[in-house]
C-alpha cells in the first residue's frame, strides 16, 4: 500500500497540481512520509482520482523544484534525504496548546466557531499579506 | 509533439444547416483535450469528419497528416473512436464484439483486449443487451483501445453514465493515457470532467473555435471581478471584458486579463474553467439574441 493517497478538493477554487503538491509538503511536516519513501506512480493516482497523469508529473516536477523529492527514471519519484525537515514536536505541540488556550478563552467569551474563523483569518491575512493580496478584498 | 488533427476554414453544411463554419484548429498530440460547447456547436460533426464518416464541404481536415475522407482505412487503423452512445451490437455476447474488433483492425491486441475486459470482471459470454451502462462504456471502449491507436477520439464518453460508472470510466481513460500515451480528444458537457482530465481546451461556438489553450493557461488568464454596480464603468481593467452580470446594485465580469480589487469593495477572484467556458457560451448567446 502506497505510503499517502491523494485526494481532491474541485470546489477550492486550487489548481489540481498544486493540491498534490500540498499534501506531499504536509505530508512530509507531519513525517507520514520520511526520506526515501516511494510517492504514488502517476498511473496509481491517475486510477485512483481519475485526473490527468501530466498533472500528477507537473506536481512532481515542482516538489522537485523545491528539493522535496528526487526521481529516478524507471524507479519512481521518492522523498529527498534533505527535505525539508518535518515539523519538531518540540515546537508543535507548544504552539497546539497556546493555540488551544486561546480558543478555549473564545469560546467562553460567547464567540462560535464561525467568528472564531474570521478572527483567525483576519490575523492570518495580517501575518501573511501577500496571499491575501492576490484574491481577497483590500481593507 | 506534432500536430495530431489540424483544420483550417472546415465547413460542414447538412441542407441549410451550417454545423461548422470555418474551423481553424490546431491540436497537439500527447495531451488530453476537451471539447466543449453548446448542443450544435458543431463537436459531433468535427470528430464524424475526423474519422472519414463525413466529408467536408469545404475546408481541410488533417488527422495524423493524413485526409479522413480519402485515406479513411490508414486513419481509422491508428485512430480508435467511439460515438456518441457508444454504438454496439446489442445482440452480440462481449466475446463476439471483440471478435469483430480483431477481424476489422490489421494492429488489433487481443490479449489486451480480452484482459481489459476481464479486469472489469466483465463475462465474455454475456450478450451486450445485458450489461449495465457502465459496463457498456467499457466494452465500447474497450473496442476502441483494442487497436491500440495514436489518437483517441471520444465522443460524450461519460454521457448517460452514473457518477460511479462516470469515475470509473475516466480512471481506466487516464489509465491508458498513463501507460501508453495515445493523445485524446474528447466532447463533453460536464466541465467537471473535463477541468479534471484536460489539459487542452477548445470552446466550439456555432460551428467555430471561440477560443482555446492550455487549461492551466486559461485559467490563469481570467478573473472574476466583482463590486457595487454604480461605478462599475468606470474601472480601468486591463483586459477583455467577456461577459457582464448585473444585480440591481452588483456588477459580476468576467475578464481575460487583470484586475485589482479596490476599496470600494471590488473582489477579484480567480475564474474556474467552468466559469470561463460557461461566461463564452452565455456572452455568445447573449450577442446572438440582440
Not at chain 1, 45 to 55: F, R, Y
Not at chain 2, 37 to 63: E, M, S, Y
Amino acid at each position: 500500500m502506497a505510503a499517502i493517497r491523494f485526494r481532491l478538493d474541485p470546489s477550492s477554487g486550487v489548481p489540481t497540481y498544486l493540491q498534490l503538491v500540498h499534501q506531499v509538503k504536509h505530508a512530509v511536516q507531519y513525517a507520514m512520509l520520511k526520506p526515501g519513501d516511494r510517492l504514488p506512480t502517476a498511473r496509481e493516482v491517475v486510477e485512483d482520482l481519475a485526473i490527468n497523469p501530466n498533472t500528477v508529473l507537473k506536481a512532481y516536477r515542482e516538489l522537485e523544484r523545491e528539493g522535496f523529492v528526487y526521481s529516478r527514471p524507471g524507479a519512481g519519484t521518492f522523498v529527498a534525504e534533505d527535505a525539508p525537515a518535518p515539523l519538531a514536536r518540540t515546537v508543535h505541540q507548544p504552539l497546539r496548546r497556546s493555540l488551544d488556550r486561546l480558543i478555549g478563552s473564545a469560546v467562553a467569551a460567547g464567540l462560535d466557531r464561525d467568528s472564531v474563523v474570521a478572527l483567525m483569518t483576519l490575523a492570518l491575512n495580517d501575518a501573511f499579506p501577500e496571499k491575501e493580496a492576490v484574491h481577497g478584498r483590500r481593507a | 509533439m506534432d500536430v495530431v488533427l489540424e483544420t483550417s476554414g472546415l465547413t460542414k453544411r447538412y441542407g441549410r444547416t451550417e454545423a461548422l463554419r470555418g474551423c481553424d484548429l490546431s491540436l497537439a498530440g500527447g495531451k488530453v483535450t476537451g471539447l466543449v460547447g453548446p448542443n450544435g456547436a458543431g463537436k459531433t460533426t468535427l470528430l464524424n469528419i475526423a474519422v472519414g464518416l463525413h466529408r467536408p464541404t469545404a475546408g481541410r481536415i488533417r488527422v495524423l497528416g493524413l485526409d479522413p475522407w480519402r485515406d479513411a482505412v490508414a486513419v481509422l487503423s491508428r485512430v480508435g473512436f467511439v460515438a456518441q452512445d457508444r454504438p454496439l451490437h446489442r445482440g452480440f455476447t462481449v466475446a463476439e464484439t471483440l471478435e469483430i474488433g480483431r477481424r476489422l483492425n490489421p494492429r488489433w491486441d487481443h490479449a489486451y483486449a480480452l484482459a481489459r475486459v476481464k479486469h472489469f470482471g466483465l463475462p465474455l459470454d454475456r450478450p451486450v443487451r445485458s450489461l449495465s451502462t457502465g459496463q457498456h462504456a467499457q466494452v465500447a471502449l474497450t473496442l476502441a483501445l483494442g487497436k491500440r491507436p495514436e489518437v483517441l477520439l471520444l465522443d460524450e464518453p461519460v454521457a448517460n453514465l452514473d457518477p460511479v460508472a462516470r469515475l470509473e470510466l475516466l480512471e481506466e481513460l487516464m489509465g491508458v493515457v498513463a501507460e501508453d500515451g495515445p493523445s485524446v480528444i474528447l466532447s463533453s458537457n460536464v466541465l467537471a470532467d473535463v477541468e479534471r482530465v484536460c489539459e487542452y481546451v477548445v470552446i466550439l461556438v456555432d460551428g467555430r473555435v471561440r477560443i482555446s489553450g492550455d487549461a492551466d493557461e486559461l485559467v490563469r488568464s481570467h478573473v472574476v471581478v466583482s463590486g457595487p454596480r454604480r461605478g462599475a464603468h468606470d474601472r480601468a481593467d486591463d483586459g477583455e471584458v467577456i461577459e457582464v452580470r448585473h444585480a440591481e446594485r452588483q456588477t459580476t465580469r468576467l475578464l481575460r486579463g487583470r484586475a485589482a480589487p479596490s476599496d470600494d469593495g471590488t473582489e477579484v477572484r480567480p475564474a474556474t474553467l467552468e466559469e470561463i467556458v460557461v461566461g463564452y457560451l452565455r456572452a455568445d448567446r447573449e450577442e446572438v439574441s440582440k
